[in-house]
């Protein structure tokens, strides 16, 4: 990555990303997940290092960032897209969109939104990503049709995944 003398990134939805990993951590610390034992009794397990606790997604616009400077022509569409995106985000994940920054330190200007399971004990971060939840679904699908396929056809999945990826 090629960065020309750093510029803070601006906050511009929600807290910034040092209190999003503060809460990150909390909700990870009080997490977990249930598994049943032989005997039937169930245990609760704090939860893994590997686990996938929290969502990150990035937009990035087509334009060159001293483009869209301030007073440019192409200002006022920059930040009517931000607009749009912030918009969607916070449709599409409601509460749990905890920060949205905009970095102008590189080629192209772009945002990257926080998303964390907040109200999901077992702090699943794949089951926020809607990628994951139509993969699921079309597995699902499969398995009731029969059809016991783990590798469906996922090329919207693909699509999807490119715009939200989980960390
Ligand atoms: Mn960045």
């Known amino acids: 990555m090629h960065v020309d003398g750093p510029k803070p990134p601006n906050l511009i939805y929600g807290m910034p990303p040092q209190r999003v990993r503060k809460k990150h951590d909390e909700l990870v610390a009080a997490g977990y997940v249930e598994a049943t034992l032989k005997d039937g ?71 990257h939104a926080f998303i964390l399971p907040l109200g999901d004990a077992s702090c699943s971060a794949r089951h926020l990503n809607p990628a994951w939840q139509v993969k699921e679904e079309a597995e699902a699908l499969a398995r009731e049709s029969g059809k016991c396929k783990t590798r469906s056809n996922n090329g919207p999945q693909k699509r999807l995944l490119s715009a939200v990826v989980a960390e």
């Open 41 to 111: 009794t169930i245990a609760r397990r704090g939860i893994r290092k590997d686990r996938h606790t929290l969502l990150t997604a990035v937009a990035s616009y087509p334009l060159l960032t001293e483009q869209i400077a301030d007073g440019s022509a192409d200002r006022l569409e920059y930040e009517r897209w931000i607009e749009l995106n912030i918009r969607w985000l916070k449709e599409m994940f409601g509460d749990r969109l905890l920060s949205v920054v905009e970095h102008v330190d590189e080629k192209h200007p772009h945002i």
